[in-house]
């Protein structure tokens, strides 16, 4: 790491240190009490050459040393930044789950390797907005890379963290995400052409067969007009809640997670095979899935889909 004129390491230090300490991540609290000024923080992250890409690969071989295994998750979510201003980079008016509504925030999509109750972050890429990537000015002051400015969505950042972990070594058994992800078929058929296995929470409208729906083009009536193109089925689907509630309380299982703090944490489960087709591919998913809710309670509290 270093600049035209200097090696930045020791500042590079201290704002890793600082992101650590301060109370408020800002360079002027950052350089309070470390050896590095304002003005070098500011140096380094505006003008210094730092090699993020080999950060980020090193960050991974040090989490899969420590995490990495069969039996560990790679973990795929976003969380929201609030911000003032439209300068920062990303900034726009959009969802910020921290705060439970729309307001002005930065977006960031995360990787997270975890093992048991053992945690870590391992990679990071900011959501530009449409708004963004559609003003080429705001961009150049914002000093997005060109690379950047490109319409990615949530979904698609995330199979690029897979894609990292993957290229960086990482070893996990299973990726899980929440209904956000898991929502967008494109996204758990992503994973799947990975060979990669995956726990997904869905919407409670998530759509399902019980059987195959066999999905098929219509044969040419023999008529004119054009060929019918789109495939169909004449099997009736039917939501993960619709199904839910046509289940018997016997149906119902309770099973014991973990221990918890005020003692063994316990949830009722409901589990079936499935078949899932977005209503585009040839032919339809048999997928598992399984149905939460919290013992005592009256209906679901989760909806997960999984091609374990």
């Not at 996990?172 to 992503?190: A, E």
């Not at 299982?253 to 316990?266: A, D, F, P, V």
């Amino acid at each position: 790491m270093s600049s035209r004129t200097r090696t930045v390491s020791g500042a590079f230090q201290s704002y890793i240190q600082g992101l650590f300490q301060a109370p408020r991540g800002t360079q002027l609290r950052m350089s309070e009490g470390m050896e590095t000024d304002s003005q070098a923080l500011n140096h380094l992250l505006t003008e210094a050459s730092v090699d993020w890409k080999g950060l980020t690969g090193e960050i991974a071989r040090q989490a899969d040393a420590l995490l990495g295994g069969d039996d560990s998750a790679l973990i795929l979510d976003e969380s929201a930044f609030a911000k003032k201003g439209q300068a920062s980079a990303g900034v726009a008016r959009q969802w910020n789950g921290r705060l439970g509504k729309v307001d002005n925030a930065q977006v960031g999509v995360f990787s997270a390797l975890c093992r048991g109750r053992r945690v870590t972050l391992l990679d990071s890429r900011l959501y530009l907005p449409k708004s963004w990537v559609e003003d080429e000015a705001r961009c150049q002051r914002a000093r997005v890379p060109e690379e950047a400015r490109q319409m990615r969505s949530k979904c698609t950042r995330a199979l690029e963290r897979v894609d990292a972990a993957l290229t960086h070594g990482v070893r996990f058994g299973y990726v899980v995400v929440d209904g956000g992800y898991g929502k967008d078929p494109g996204f758990l058929r992503g994973l799947a052409s990975r060979s990669l296995c995956f726990v997904a929470d869905v919407h409670k409208d998530q759509r399902i067969w019980l059987n195959d729906p066999e999905p098929y083009v219509p044969p040419a009536s023999g008529g004119r007009g054009r060929r019918a193109s789109k495939r169909r089925t004449e099997a009736p689907g039917q939501t993960v809640a619709q199904w839910a509630r046509q289940q018997s309380e016997s149906a119902w299982k309770r099973i014991t997670l973990r221990q918890g703090e005020k003692g063994r944490l316990r949830a009722e489960y409901l589990h079936t095979r499935v078949w899932v087709w977005d209503g585009k591919e040839e032919q339809a998913r048999c997928w598992r899935l399984r149905v939460r809710r919290e013992c005592g309670a009256k209906s679901p509290s989760h909806y997960v889909l999984s091609n374990a």
